[in-house]
């Protein structure tokens, strides 16, 4: 049976705050499709940035996000970049793996970051049941703040995850 992406799983999810979201796009004169189009390609561009100098060093054109994402950085044993991996149970694509401080973490880049969502809870512990890190966090890369997310209720996501891997499952069957 074909394993599910972390993204397949969260999709699952009903997410009733984005219907709000699509009318007031609409109310714009901006099609849902055309918006998600143009901030996947931004992003893809500045994960492209980030990869380009953790791994190269070739500087981010924007100097302040540049000294921001290296004091982010600083000190710290980057393990992984845009990883590829795949599980017994699911598949994904971590944005960044490092040690900082003796903890090893597992980060993923959002362009725009307020609070956590279940979303970002669930695909952060499927990498942390993956890859065995210590800590997971959210970096906003607007100004590469990090956002560690606590890991109290890591029990309750993680019984969650393996009922979308269930509910996926079955309704590959249908």
């Not at 599980?87 to 971590?94: A, D, M, N």
């Not at 210590?134 to 019984?159: A, G, P, V, W």
Request: aromatic letters at 12%; proline letters at 2%; charged letters at 30%.
């Amino acid at each position: 049976m074909k394993k599910p992406s972390v993204t397949s799983l969260c999709d699952i999810l009903n997410k009733p705050a984005l219907i709000g979201w699509a009318n007031k796009l609409g109310l714009m004169g901006e099609s849902v499709n055309g918006f998600t189009q143009k901030k996947m390609e931004s992003g893809t561009k500045k994960h492209s940035e980030i990869e380009d100098f953790l791994i190269s060093g070739v500087c981010l054109e924007d100097q302040y996000r540049q000294e921001r994402l290296e004091l982010l950085f600083n000190q710290c044993k980057i393990i992984g970049i845009e990883e590829s991996f795949e599980s017994e149970k699911f598949k994904g694509r971590t944005d960044v793996r490092f040690v900082k401080n003796g903890f090893n973490y597992i980060g993923d880049f959002k362009s725009k970051f307020k609070r956590p969502y279940l979303e970002h809870y669930l695909q952060l512990i499927c990498y942390k049941i993956h890859f065995g890190c210590d800590k997971i966090c959210i970096i906003d890369i607007r100004d590469f703040q990090m956002h560690e997310l606590s890991l109290e209720n890591e029990n309750e996501y993680t019984e969650i995850i393996y009922n979308l891997i269930n509910i996926y499952n079955l309704k590959q069957k249908l």
